[in-house]
């Protein structure tokens, strides 16, 4: 009687060895570190182009303010650009941090 094997199999193919899986976590480990570090640069430059923004809207309000009513508005009267020309007025809580008015008739911010 001849038997016949349908696959041939080797006696050390039983699985991954332990050096295999430290190679496939170490290369999963440097992934996610370079993906972290991509991700966290997003988010460092997106809070900077809210503040930029923010900038830029509030001394457009400042100019339009001047504009329709020829007064300079001030640190102490931006309350006066809400809610006309702008939803509020930039604090410690919106992305410029805050800021005040320069003799130049501009938005300083506190945070860029």
Not at 91 to 100: A, H, V, W
């Amino acid at each position: 009687m001849i038997r016949h094997r349908s696959c041939p199999t080797r006696g050390d193919d039983r699985g991954v060895s332990l050096v295999e899986m430290l190679i496939v976590i170490a290369v999963m480990g440097i992934l996610a570190a370079a993906a972290t570090l991509t991700v966290r640069g997003f988010s460092d430059s997106s809070s900077e182009n809210a503040c930029v923004t923010e900038v830029a809207e509030v001394n457009t309000a400042i100019r339009a303010y001047y504009s329709e009513h020829k007064v300079w508005v001030t640190t102490e009267t931006m309350d006066l650009l809400v809610p006309e020309l702008l939803d509020e007025v930039p604090s410690k809580d919106t992305p410029s941090g805050g800021g005040t008015i320069g003799t130049d008739h501009q938005f300083e911010a506190t945070q860029c």
